[in-house]
């Protein structure tokens, strides 16, 4: 369904940006329907449980990545199990989270949502150190070069990225070369600078029930 994200954001609340510009336009569900979704009129959102706010987070940060549930709870229960030995495991999941390729093709503005990103990625468009690498889960590091295959740059969707790149300021931690329509892995991502609407403890409350 056309709205079947949208509803995503409208049942919890909150703008989560999973359909690219239509998100910041005036034709956005958030914008022209802020109340949830449903047959029954214009329900409000009422205040959540203990249990609920927990599940309520997950969901936001899960669809913020776009990812299934088992992807997600894989990424939390491996911080979890290293969490006494790290000094912020908020920190630690967000590194994780960032530093998906999939996310990190979306960072570097190469894709207007982590949607459209996940499935370029997975048609083969792009290069980590000059090798196709077409898995989105793949996880990238300091020093690793993304690029856009020269043989996709003729592509419809690919065909004025180097304007949009011109407009475009990528994280701290990323560096673009857009004569080369590439991007180099410079830094670590941080909390601060993803920039997320979720409260992270809450959500390692609810996977250490």
């Not at 954001?9 to 703008?15: D, E, S």
């Not at 927990?54 to 913020?64: M, P």
């Not at 150190?129 to 856009?148: A, E, H, M, T, Y």
């Amino acid at each position: 369904m056309k709205d079947k994200k949208c509803k995503i954001c409208r049942r919890l609340g909150v703008k989560l940006f999973l359909k690219g510009e239509r998100c910041f336009s005036p034709k956005c569900p958030m914008i022209k329907r802020p109340y949830l979704p449903g047959q029954k009129g214009k329900r409000k959102h009422r205040g959540f449980s203990e249990y609920g706010k927990e599940l309520a987070e997950k969901q936001k940060l899960k669809n913020w990545y776009n990812l299934k549930e088992r992807q997600f709870r894989k990424y939390v229960r491996e911080v979890l199990a290293k969490r006494e030995k790290v000094e912020d495991a908020g920190a630690l999941l967000i590194r994780k989270l960032e530093s998906r390729l999939d996310n990190v093709v979306f960072r570097m503005g190469f894709a207007d949502s982590r949607i459209q990103a996940k499935q370029i990625v997975s048609h083969g468009h792009f290069l980590v150190n000059g090798r196709k690498i077409d898995i989105p889960s793949c996880q990238v590091k300091k020093g690793d070069k993304i690029s856009l295959k020269t043989s996709s740059r003729k592509k419809v969707i690919f065909q004025n990225l180097p304007a949009t790149l011109k407009k475009y300021k990528p994280p701290s931690w990323i560096q673009i070369n857009i004569e080369k329509l590439e991007g180099e892995i410079i830094g670590q991502s941080s909390l601060e600078e993803a920039g997320l609407p979720v409260e992270i403890s809450t959500i390692f409350e609810f996977y250490s029930r």
